[in-house]
Every structure is written in structure tokens, then in C-alpha cells.
């Protein structure tokens, strides 16, 4: 059985930063592309960032490059999410996922991230 557990998340000032971590487990984790993905209130859900499963390749959304990195250790099945220089916008439940095809698509139940002065 899949499992994805987010940590992390929590209420931060504008301008502060927040490191969001996902472990998995029930999955052979370095063939997954994991990703976040973050869902704000009465909007979609929508892609922040994806890892290949061996780091080669790295996608953001335009919105939080330069100020986010993920990252990912294979040894310990955990994905990271670094966010600095968070803004209000940036408010929103953040998701993992782990992708090994359109069949194999698994997600995380979700970390609530608050940008708030």
C-alpha cells in the first residue's frame, strides 16, 4: 500500500521560509517522479514542482522559481520541498506525488502552508 506523508508545513511571515518533506513508502521510490503541487482556497490544484526519480531532471512552475528547490534523497524515500522568500500567494495546501505512469498516480494528504504577517 502507498503511503505519502507530508511534513512541514505551518504559519510563516512574508519573506520567511518553510522546508516541506514527503516520505514514502509501499513504493519502489527511485522510479517515481515526485512532485508538489499546491491547492489554494476556491482555486485548482496546480503544479509547484517535479524531480525525476534520479534528479536528472527538475520542472517549476514560474511562479516560485528562484525561490524554491526540491530535492530528493533516494536512500531515505523522501522528497523536499524548500521554499524561501514565501509570499501571502504562496498560501495553500501543499500536496506530494508520486508518479509512476497515469495508473500509478498517488498522492499525499496534504500540508497547509500560511503566509501571514
Known amino acids: 500500500q502507498v503511503q505519502l506523508v507530508e511534513s512541514g508545513g505551518g504559519l510563516v511571515q512574508p519573506g520567511g521560509s518553510l522546508r516541506l518533506s514527503c516520505a514514502a513508502s509501499?513504493?519502489?521510490?527511485?522510479?517515481?517522479?515526485m512532485g508538489w503541487y499546491r491547492q489554494a482556497p476556491g482555486k485548482q490544484r496546480e503544479l509547484v514542482a517535479t524531480?525525476?526519480?534520479?534528479?536528472?531532471?527538475?520542472n517549476y512552475a514560474d511562479s516560485v522559481k528562484g525561490r524554491f528547490t526540491i530535492s530528493r534523497d533516494n536512500a531515505k524515500n523522501t522528497v523536499y520541498l524548500q521554499m524561501n522568500s514565501l509570499k501571502p500567494e504562496d498560501t495553500a495546501v501543499y500536496y506530494c506525488?508520486?508518479?509512476?505512469?497515469?495508473?500509478?498516480?498517488?498522492w499525499g494528504q496534504g500540508t497547509q502552508v500560511t503566509v501571514s504577517s
Open positions: 509501499g513504493i519502489i521510490f527511485s522510479i517515481y517522479v
Open positions: 524531480i525525476t526519480g534520479g534528479g536528472s531532471t527538475i
Open positions: 506525488n508520486a508518479r509512476y505512469s497515469s495508473k500509478n498516480d498517488n
